[in-house]
Each structure stands twice: as structure tokens, then as C-alpha cells.
């Protein structure tokens, strides 16, 4: 199994920028590919970057594309989410998540294992 730990996020006004690290721990040592998904309130729960275990593929959603980079250290187990030009939409609470295998896949119910997710607010 593989432990996953969020950390960075906080609260920033709009149109600034915050770095979302998670951390994984356990059985890191097999091939697993990695994403961030968000939750804000009264919406469902949204893939917003995934990352294949090489880092070589990556997928970004409409929404993100241009302000958020996706990125991942696989001798330090640990992916970023690089996130620019927040804004008030952006709020939600980021989880990041891991699946074994070489690629990421859209769907939530696709992960294994997930982080306790981190709070990240954008003020207007």
C-alpha cells in the first residue's frame, strides 16, 4: 500500500499562487502513476492534473490549463501541483491520489489510495 500526505495549501488572494506537495510513503518502490483532485462544496469531486509514473504524460483540466503544473520527484516519492493565477473558482479541498501502474486514469474510483486532503481558499 502506498501512504500519501498533502501539504501547501492556505489561504492566498485571487491571482496569486501556491505549491501543493504530497508526499508518499510504504510500498513506493513499485511504478504508480499519481493525480490531484478537487472538492468544492456543492460540486462533485474533479480530476484537476494527473501524472504517469515516468512524468512524461500529464493531463490538465480545461479549467486549470496554463495555471497549474503538475510535476513529481519519484527519488523524493513526492508529486507538486504547481498552482498560478488562483482564483475564486479554485477553491476546494485538493486531495492527491495514487493508483499502481504505469498511467493515470480520469476517474476517482480509479485510485487506491488518497491523501487527507488540504484546504486551499482564494479570496476575491
Known amino acids: 500500500q502506498v501512504q500519501l500526505v498533502e501539504s501547501g495549501g492556505g489561504l492566498v488572494q485571487t491571482g496569486g499562487s501556491l505549491r501543493l506537495s504530497c508526499a508518499a510513503s510504504g510500498r513506493t518502490g513499485s511504478s504508480y502513476a499519481m493525480g490531484w483532485f478537487r472538492h468544492a462544496p456543492g460540486k462533485e469531486r474533479e480530476l484537476v492534473a494527473a501524472i504517469s509514473w515516468s512524468g512524461g504524460s500529464t493531463y490538465y483540466a480545461d479549467s486549470v490549463k496554463g495555471r497549474f503544473t503538475i510535476s513529481r520527484d519519484n527519488a523524493k516519492n513526492t508529486m507538486y501541483l504547481q498552482m498560478n493565477s488562483l482564483k475564486p473558482e479554485d477553491t476546494a479541498v485538493y486531495y492527491c491520489?495514487?493508483?499502481?501502474?504505469?498511467?493515470?486514469?480520469?476517474?476517482?474510483?480509479?485510485?487506491?489510495?488518497w491523501g487527507q486532503g488540504t484546504q486551499v481558499t482564494i479570496s476575491s
Open positions: 491520489a495514487a493508483r499502481y501502474g504505469l498511467g493515470f486514469r480520469p476517474e476517482s474510483s480509479d485510485y487506491a489510495y
